[in-house]
């Protein structure tokens, strides 16, 4: 099975930038989608952003859109979240998750249905002060 792990979450300033990075193994994820999902205690997980491994397509959910890219290292297979102008909005714990690419459209968007994730990492924690 592919394993997921996430890496970069910490305590940081409102205003300021910080970089999570999602390492995958034991499976090739070209052609997969790779989306990075937050989730707050009580409410659901929500992804934030979308990328067709392999490809540079990408999709963001609205209260991200402008200030976080997602992005691709394919040699080291690695997932890149960058984000920037974080609010206390943005503090939730980060995960990352290998999902099934659509048919007939745009493959890896925003939303993301829950049946399409196919393995989940372990999360990494951001904190927004």
């Known amino acids: 099975d592919v394993q997921l792990v996430e890496s970069g979450g910490r305590s940081v300033q409102a205003g300021g930038s910080l970089t999570l990075s999602c390492s995958a193994s034991?499976?090739?994820?070209?052609?997969?989608?790779i989306a990075w999902f937050r989730q707050v205690p009580g409410k659901e997980r929500e992804a934030v952003a979308n990328?067709?491994?392999?490809?540079?397509?990408?999709d963001y959910a609205d209260s991200v859109k402008g200030r976080f890219t997602i992005s691709e290292d394919s040699l080291k297979n690695t997932v890149v979240l960058q984000m920037a102008s974080l609010n206390f909005d943005d503090s939730a714990m980060y995960y990352c998750?290998?999902?099934?690419?659509?048919?007939?459209?745009?493959?890896?968007?925003?939303?993301?249905?829950?049946?399409?994730?196919?393995?989940w990492g372990q999360g990494t924690q951001v904190t927004v002060s």
């Open positions: 990328i067709y491994s392999g490809t540079q397509l990408v």
């Open positions: 998750a290998l999902v099934q690419p659509l048919l007939g459209g745009r493959p890896c968007v925003v939303p993301v249905r829950q049946d399409g994730v196919r393995s």
């Open positions: 034991g499976y090739n994820t070209q052609y997969m989608c």
